[in-house]
């Protein structure tokens, strides 16, 4: 859907300038009027909880969490997050709880601190050619 709107984005813009100029719209003012119009780069993000608890009781729950601890170990080993683990008792048991936090070279990636998670930044969306 989005490259639909991206080329028709393209369409329009070319179209309209086409009809008010005698130039020709070279493929470098194309794509300088097509990156401001919409804004590119554009950063694509991913949610990371501040906080979460592994509990061995839920295994399908497991599965996911050892994924994501798996993630934020990558993460962790890139010098961009630091994980603290410890310990907390609920009526379940004890349950392991990962508390996560940005060091000074990983607070460039991120885009939002809110509530319960923090927005990262994992990629930019740009034009490759126009």
């Given at each position: 859907m989005?490259y639909?709107?991206?080329?028709?984005?393209?369409?329009?813009?070319?179209?309209?300038?086409?009809?008010?100029?005698?130039s020709?719209?070279?493929?470098?003012?194309a794509?300088?009027?097509?990156?401001?119009?919409?804004h590119?780069?554009?950063?694509?993000a991913?949610?990371?909880?501040?906080?979460?608890?592994?509990?061995?009781?839920?295994?399908?729950?497991?599965?996911?969490?050892?994924?994501?601890?798996d993630?934020?170990?990558?993460?962790?080993?890139?010098?961009i997050?630091?994980?603290e683990?410890?310990?907390?008792?609920?009526?379940?048991?004890t349950?392991?709880?990962?508390?996560?936090?940005?060091?000074?070279?990983?607070?460039?990636?991120?885009?939002?601190?809110?509530?319960n998670?923090?927005?990262?930044?994992?990629?930019?969306?740009?034009?490759?050619?126009?």
């Amino acid at each position: 859907m989005k490259y639909i709107q991206v080329a028709f984005a393209i369409a329009s813009i070319a179209f309209f300038i086409s009809c008010n100029s005698n130039s020709k719209l070279t493929r470098e003012e194309a794509e300088k009027i097509i990156r401001q119009a919409e804004h590119f780069p554009r950063p694509q993000a991913q949610d990371i909880a501040k906080e979460f608890y592994f509990k061995p009781w839920v295994l399908p729950h497991n599965a996911n969490i050892r994924n994501t601890v798996d993630f934020l170990k990558e993460l962790e080993s890139k010098g961009i997050i630091s994980i603290e683990e410890g310990t907390d008792e609920d009526m379940t048991g004890t349950n392991t709880k990962y508390t996560i936090t940005f060091t000074d070279d990983g607070k460039k990636f991120l885009i939002g601190d809110g509530g319960n998670f923090y927005s990262i930044r994992v990629c930019d969306q740009d034009i490759k050619e126009v």
